[in-house]
Every structure is written in structure tokens, then in C-alpha cells.
């Protein structure tokens, strides 16, 4: 959790609320998504570009977000990458990041023709522009627990 957390305010401030970066975003953190015959679903993290969704709804979330971020666990390893991620194509999510905390590590891909495309791995202390988000740089380093060295 302290991981969609970091990763959640890293990309609030410049893209949800526009300090000191470009707006026009609405970032959640654990978001219940209740699409038409599918299960609800909870990303660790996702955003919708507020042009396709200029109004936080008030119920449930109905449309699908822009971008998705899963955050792997021992418990969530197999799901999320099995059944969550072709969900989210399934979907026409456009990006989605998957973030190993364990082995320090952000793997992005953005769909294209159905298709997860592969757009790069970063980690330890890498400060990638990553789509959608490309107009910052994003410390890793500070998504990792410290270690006790």
C-alpha cells in the first residue's frame, strides 16, 4: 500500500491538481471501477484524463481509466499479470504499469491494437519520463522500502 501511495502523490500534484506540471487529471488510489458485465475491479492506482471524464462521479466509477498501475504482492503476482492486465486491454485501458516493489522494478506498456506494447523497465534509483506521465521525472528510488544495510 505505502508503494500506490508514494506513486499516487509523485503523480498527483503535477497531474491531478497541476502543481508545478500539467493538469488535467484525476488520480485515485485504490478506485472501485464498476464497468457492464465485469466484475468490479481495484487498480492499486489509476487516472482518467478528464477530458473523457471531466467530473469525479459521485457513485461508482462506470468508464474504464486512461491508465492503471498494479502494484505486485506474493498474493497478487499471478493476478494481477494473469487476469487483471488483459482485463484492463479487454478494457481499452491505454497504459498500464505494473510495479514490482520486491524486486525494484516499473514495467510499462501502452496498448496498441489490442496489444500490450512494451514501452520499457526501469528501477533502483532510475528516474524515467514514462508515458502518459512523461512530462516528469519519476524518482523510483523513493517507491522502494529502504533497505537495512
Given at each position: 500500500m505505502r508503494t500506490a501511495t508514494i506513486l499516487g502523490g509523485h503523480l498527483s500534484s503535477p497531474f491531478?491538481?497541476?502543481?508545478?506540471?500539467?493538469?488535467?487529471?484525476?488520480?485515485?488510489?485504490r478506485p472501485g471501477i464498476e464497468l457492464?458485465?465485469?466484475?468490479?475491479?481495484?487498480?492499486?492506482?489509476?487516472?482518467?484524463r478528464r477530458e473523457r471524464m471531466p467530473h469525479l462521479p459521485e457513485e461508482a466509477i462506470?468508464?474504464?481509466?486512461?491508465?492503471?498501475?498494479e502494484?505486485?504482492?506474493?498474493?497478487?503476482?499471478?493476478?494481477?499479470?494473469?487476469?487483471?492486465?488483459?482485463?484492463?486491454?479487454?478494457?481499452?485501458?491505454?497504459?498500464?504499469?505494473?510495479?514490482?516493489?520486491?524486486?525494484?522494478?516499473?514495467?510499462?506498456?501502452?496498448l496498441r491494437n489490442g496489444r500490450w506494447q512494451d514501452l520499457g523497465t526501469w528501477g533502483d534509483d532510475d528516474r524515467p519520463q514514462v508515458e502518459p506521465f512523461e512530462a516528469i521525472e519519476l524518482p523510483l528510488s523513493d517507491l522502494w522500502l529502504p533497505s537495512d544495510a
Open positions: 491531478d491538481s497541476g502543481w508545478r506540471g500539467p493538469g488535467g487529471w484525476w488520480i485515485l488510489i457492464p458485465d465485469a466484475p468490479e475491479v481495484v487498480p492499486d492506482v489509476a487516472g482518467w462506470t468508464l474504464a481509466p486512461d491508465w492503471v498501475c502494484i505486485l504482492s506474493p498474493s497478487t503476482h499471478n493476478y494481477d499479470q494473469r487476469i487483471k492486465k488483459p482485463f484492463y486491454a479487454k478494457h481499452g485501458v491505454t497504459w498500464c504499469w505494473i510495479v514490482d516493489p520486491e524486486a525494484h522494478v516499473l514495467t510499462a506498456y501502452r
